[in-house]
């Protein structure tokens, strides 16, 4: 069993930064790939970015790429989502989940394949 809590969202203007945060705990932790997906009102849960257990593979949607980064920390049991240059179609509610079955390269961006997921943190961006 993996619980995953986030923290770090807010209110911040256009052009501005957020890091958020996700503290695991559970014994698996460090053989979980981790991802990052985001649901604003009205619309779909989607993907955001992920990295494998072992930190060396990570993956982004197009719509974050180059503004976002995704990292952890074996230490901690936290993984991080560094958000730069927001913008306002990036408000929604951010999820982090835990893929329990990856292998050490495995980043997917598939939502089906995470078997944990936090309660959310919202984040919005003003224009």
């Known amino acids: 069993q993996v619980q995953l809590v986030e923290s770090g969202g807010g209110l911040v203007q256009a052009g501005g930064s957020l890091r958020l945060s996700c503290a695991a705990s559970g014994r698996t932790f460090s053989s979980c790939a981790m991802g990052w997906f985001r649901q604003a009102p009205g619309k779909e849960r989607e993907f955001v970015a992920a990295?494998?257990?072992?930190?060396?593979?990570?993956v982004y949607a197009d719509s974050v790429k180059g503004r976002f980064t995704i990292s952890r920390d074996h230490t901690k049991n936290t993984v991080y989502l560094q958000m730069n240059s927001l913008k306002p179609e990036d408000t929604a509610v951010y999820y982090c989940?835990?893929?329990?079955?990856?292998?050490?390269?495995?980043?997917?961006?598939?939502?089906?394949?995470?078997?944990?997921w936090g309660q959310g943190t919202q984040v919005t961006v003003s224009s």
């Open positions: 989940a835990a893929d329990e079955t990856s292998s050490w390269w495995d980043a997917t961006s598939e939502t089906d394949e995470y078997d944990y």
């Open positions: 990295i494998s257990w072992s930190g060396g593979n990570t």
